[in-house]
Nanobody, 118 residues
Framework: QVQLVESGGGLVQAGGSLRLSCAAS????????MGWFRQAPGKEREFVAS???????NYADSVKGRFTISGDNAKNTVFLQMNRLKPEDTGVFYC????????????WGQGTQVTVSS
């Protein structure tokens, strides 16, 4: 079992930055693929970024060059640095963990709200 707690959301003006954190407990997240997802009002939840245990990253096209996912194994925490934020980035951001060999993310945090004003 893995428990995930996100933090760092808030209200920011377009062009600004936020850094989200996801603290994992229960098992070390270094054995999981960690991901960030977001859900805008009235829309489906969508993939934002992922980080494998070997350090490989993947990003949605809409955030490439603006967002950076990283992890701190010692603190069991994964981060999402978001720069040059746009109003369309507004939504609830979720952290998720996918066990090795699994095809789906099995563990989810409660989400943190990010609002970008124009």
């Amino acid at each position: 079992q893995v428990q995930l707690v996100e933090s760092g959301g808030g209200l920011v003006q377009a062009g600004g930055s936020l850094r989200l954190s996801c603290a994992a407990s229960g098992r070390t997240f270094s054995s999981y693929r960690m991901g960030w997802f977001r859900q805008a009002p009235g829309k489906e939840r969508e993939f934002v970024a992922s980080l494998t245990s070997s350090g490989s990253t993947n990003y949605a096209d809409s955030v490439k060059g603006r967002f950076t996912i990283s992890g701190d194994n010692a603190k069991n925490t994964v981060f999402l640095q978001m720069n040059r934020l746009k109003p369309e980035d507004t939504g609830v951001f979720y952290c998720a963990a996918r066990p090795q060999g699994a095809v789906r993310y099995a563990y989810w945090g409660q989400g943190t709200q990010v609002t970008v004003s124009s």
